[in-house]
């Protein structure tokens, strides 16, 4: 088998992002949009407000409620999480973000290479 001396150099792309759920996303306003790309883009971000994060999951349907402190519960499709609401800034940390997008792929949440999401 002969081998060509030329190889080919990967070109960097714009991600091309499809939500793939059996939970309602079609109904999601651009905002949600927005933060559920946030959610999954890679690498993890570090700017990802947290009531950004708490509507998006409110539009999914999600049911949370306060526990002791800063421990927020959250209830979708049957899945049962705690997160730790950040504070005194408003952000949260790339640890509960890489929590959080586990948390959705779950419940059924996942982003795969195919469709644009506007970002």
Known sequence: ????????????????LRVVSY???MNL?????????AVFAEPVRANVKWTDVEHLLRALGAEITEGRGSRIRIHLQGVRAVFHRPHPQPDMGKGALKSMRHFLEQVGVKLEAGDHVES
């Not at 088998?1 to 091309?16: D, E, F, H, N």
Request: proline share 7%.
């Open 23 to 25: 939970i309602d996303t």
């Open 29 to 37: 306003s651009g905002k949600h949009r927005k933060t559920l790309q």
């Open 1 to 16: 088998m002969m081998r060509s001396a030329l190889t080919q150099i990967p070109v960097k792309q714009p991600c091309l």
